[in-house]
C-alpha cells in the first residue's frame, strides 16, 4: 500500500511567521498534490508537481510557495501566514504519464495549521 | 462558478437503504474520480471513471460525459459507509483535479 506522510500533524504559528510543511512519499510517484481543505469549499488545490524540480500553480496559489527537490519531497511553503490560512491542508501523490493525471490518489492524513 | 457541483449537500440514511449522490460539472471532462473521507480523516480513491458504468461490491459509479454529470450509488448503506464523499474532475489542464464539495453520507441503525 503506498503511503504519504505528511508533518508536522498540527502546526500553530503566528501572523507574518514562516510556516514549511513537508510531505514525503516513498512510492516513487511523478504527481504530488497540495490541497487545503475548509468548511464550505470541499478540496482546493494550492500547487501541484510533475516530478522532481517541477512546481505548477493550482487554482488558489497566492500567499503559497512549492518546492520539489526530490521525486520523494514536496514542500509547502507560507513565508508570511496569515489568520486565512488556517486550514487542513492534504498531500496527495498518484503515479501517471508526464502530464496527465493519475487514476489513484493516495492522501497523506493531513496537517492542521492554525495561524494566530 | 464552481466548476464541480456536489448535491445533496448532506444525507441521512436508515441501514440498508440506497443512496444516490450527484455531481455535476460546467467544464470539459477527461477524467472523473470519486474519494471517501472518513470523519477527521484522510481520503481513499474509490472510483476513477471518465465515463460509463463501473462496479465495486455496493458501489456503483456512472458518468455521463455529454450530460455533465457523474452519480455514485451504494446499496445497502452500512455504518460504515458514514463519511463524506468527494468527486474531482479532471478537465485535460494536465493533472489538475478539481473537487466538489462533498455529500456528508450519515448512515444510522
Known amino acids: 500500500e503506498a503511503a504519504v506522510t505528511q508533518s508536522p500533524r498540527n502546526k500553530v504559528a503566528v501572523t507574518g511567521g514562516k510556516v514549511t510543511l513537508s510531505c514525503n512519499q516513498t512510492?516513487?510517484?511523478?504527481?504530488m498534490y497540495w490541497y487545503r481543505q475548509d468548511t464550505g469549499h470541499g478540496l482546493r488545490l494550492i500547487h501541484y508537481?510533475?516530478?522532481?524540480?517541477?512546481?505548477e500553480k493550482g487554482d488558489i496559489p497566492d500567499g503559497y510557495k512549492a518546492s520539489r527537490p526530490s521525486q520523494e519531497n514536496f514542500s509547502l511553503i507560507l513565508e508570511l501566514a496569515t489568520p486565512s490560512q488556517t486550514s487542513v491542508y492534504f498531500c496527495?501523490?498518484?503515479?501517471?504519464?508526464?502530464?496527465?493525471?493519475?487514476?489513484?490518489?493516495?492522501f497523506g492524513s493531513g496537517t492542521r495549521l492554525t495561524v494566530l | 462558478g464552481q466548476q464541480v457541483q456536489q448535491s445533496p449537500t448532506s444525507l441521512v440514511l436508515q441501514e440498508g437503504e440506497n443512496a444516490e449522490l450527484q455531481c455535476n460539472f460546467s467544464?470539459?471532462?477527461?477524467?472523473m474520480q470519486w474519494f471517501y473521507q472518513r470523519p477527521g480523516g484522510s481520503l481513499i480513491s474509490v472510483f476513477y471513471?471518465?465515463?460509463g458504468t463501473k462496479q465495486s461490491g455496493r458501489l456503483t459509479s456512472t458518468t455521463v460525459i455529454k450530460e455533465r454529470r457523474s452519480s455514485l450509488h451504494i446499496s445497502s448503506s452500512q455504518i460504515t459507509d458514514s463519511g463524506t464523499y468527494l468527486c474531482?474532475?479532471?478537465?485535460?489542464?494536465?493533472?489538475?483535479?478539481?473537487f466538489g464539495g462533498g455529500t456528508r453520507l450519515t448512515v444510522r441503525p
Open positions: 496527495a501523490s498518484g503515479d501517471a504519464l508526464r502530464g496527465r493525471v493519475a487514476e489513484t490518489l493516495y
Open positions: 512510492n516513487n510517484h511523478n504527481n
Open positions: 508537481s510533475y516530478g522532481a524540480g517541477s512546481t
Open positions: 467544464t470539459s471532462l477527461n477524467s
Open positions: 471513471n471518465p465515463s
Open positions: 474531482a474532475l479532471n478537465n485535460n489542464a494536465g493533472a489538475k483535479l478539481t
